[in-house]
């Protein structure tokens, strides 16, 4: 069941995408959320409250993991800030060196994810202040950040992202080694893909009334 799920969102794509000489754009993709690293998460979280206007909503530690984080929503997705608090719990734990990864390559963004099935063989969970997710996928996202992790969120548990004032997560622009059609989930995020190492490059959110703004690697060095 789940092979012919990923073959109809693969067709999906191929039928939502756009081949230019140097870029592969899909479009209609579903972006749950966002992963931003930074060593000092109030820091970082007062930053981006700055930049965008939006205000920060939930978090906390994910014991099991060795990581804490700070959640922007954004509606249909939302943006998680996210640190290291213990490297030696973070070290046996695949999002924990997701985290550590992307900190220790001084990576602004350190992954994204997509929502969906999760195999129970190789997926592990996420847990903070009584939620728990199951993630796959973290260990291949760390080494290849242009490409998402699966998260599994059970049917009753609140969504992250939900807002009252949503913000629009537009376009995600990644580079990667391969910039081949990826099975994902179709949504309302613009997925460009173009050829270069593999990171994310930016992304860019709608907020209402106000003009797009576009977020990038220069972000950590705003004040």
Not at 99 to 115: E, F, I, K, M, N
Not at 116 to 138: F, H, I, K, M, N
Request: charged share 15%; aromatic share 4%.
């Amino acid at each position: 069941m789940r092979r012919n799920q990923a073959q109809q969102h693969h067709q999906q794509l191929t039928r939502n995408s756009t081949s230019r000489k140097d870029t592969w754009i899909a479009v209609h993709v579903s972006v749950d959320h966002i992963v931003l690293p930074h060593t000092d998460l109030n820091f970082a979280a007062q930053l981006v409250a700055n930049v965008t206007g939006i205000a920060p909503s939930g978090g906390g530690s994910h014991h099991t993991a060795g990581t804490r984080n700070i959640i922007f929503p954004l509606g249909a997705s939302y943006l998680e800030l996210v640190t290291v608090d213990d490297h030696i719990v973070a070290a046996g734990h695949p999002f924990g060196q997701l985290v550590t990864a992307a900190l220790d390559s001084c990576r602004w963004a350190a992954g994204w994810a997509v929502a969906g099935p999760t195999d129970p063989v190789r997926a592990c969970t996420l847990e903070r202040a009584g939620v728990a997710v199951s993630v796959q996928g973290c260990d291949e996202a760390a080494a290849a950040p242009d490409r998402p992790f699966i998260l599994e969120r059970p049917s009753d548990q609140p969504f992250p992202g939900d807002t009252e004032n949503p913000t629009e997560l537009t376009r995600l622009v990644v580079t990667g080694p391969d910039v081949a059609p990826l099975a994902l989930p179709p949504g309302p995020t613009e997925l460009v893909r173009r050829p270069g190492p593999a990171a994310i490059e930016s992304f860019t959110l709608a907020r209402p009334g106000l003009p797009p703004i576009t977020l990038n690697r220069d972000l950590w060095s705003t004040r």
